[in-house]
């Protein structure tokens, strides 16, 4: 296991990372907006289930792989990129709905968030660049990896809650449903102009 000291160091250096709106925070903002408080659940999962697959991928040589062949990386970036953009225009057209109708089958809250998040490059760069950082090399690896994605996935879900419990008590007004899904399809497709730029 990651020491506290080690675990404190490496949530310090994570919060600007957590604070600058992202992708997750796009699709919990309309899911809240749209259904209510109790669809930040699937977001919030989907999003720490994609933490524990990059904190996989990196015990597994992800870092080894990208230095051996930096075009990985960039596959990653393109691939999420495009994700994004598919998912700002279904995003977009979505306002429409009934209010607390489900989702169409195809795209559930959990897989939305679950693949934004896996194919993020700013989520995968986190378990490439920063957290080698804290881990000590008299260590198990796997157990100083797992530790930190742990206290990673605690973070970002406390700050997903923070903004579920902020947004969630007028989430139920129209237009604030219509502006906020809106906004987020704006997100989503900067995001996704971005990491294909």
């Known amino acids: 296991m990651a020491t506290p000291h080690a675990v404190a160091g490496f949530l310090v250096a994570l919060l600007p990372l957590i604070a600058t709106p ?8 309309r899911q809240v907006a749209e259904h209510g408080r109790r669809r930040a659940g699937p977001v919030i999962l989907g999003t720490t289930g994609g933490l524990a ?3 996989a991928l990196a015990v597994a040589g992800l870092a080894g792989l990208t230095a051996r ?51 993020n490059p700013k989520a995968a ?6 957290v080698p950082q804290f881990l000590d090399a008299a260590r198990p690896l796997a157990a100083q990896v797992a530790t930190l994605a742990a206290a990673h996935a605690a973070l970002l879900a406390a700050w997903l809650l923070a903004w ?10 129209p237009r604030l449903r ?9 997100v989503l497709l900067a995001l996704g102009v971005h990491a294909l730029a």
């Open 178 to 186: 219509t502006w906020t899904t809106r906004a987020t399809a704006a």
């Open 69 to 119: 062949h930096p075009g990985a990386l960039t596959v990653v970036r393109l691939v999420g990129g495009a994700y994004l953009i598919g998912l700002a225009a279904w995003t977009w057209r979505s306002p429409d709905r009934p209010p607390g109708r489900r989702p169409q089958r195809g795209s559930p809250a959990f897989v939305q968030a679950l693949l934004a998040n896996v194919l």
């Open 125 to 130: 760069s986190i378990y490439l660049t920063l």
């Open 22 to 29: 992202g992708a997750s925070l796009a699709l919990l903002l």
């Open 164 to 173: 579920t419990a902020l947004v969630g008590r007028s989430a139920p007004h």
């Open 53 to 55: 697959v990059h904190a």
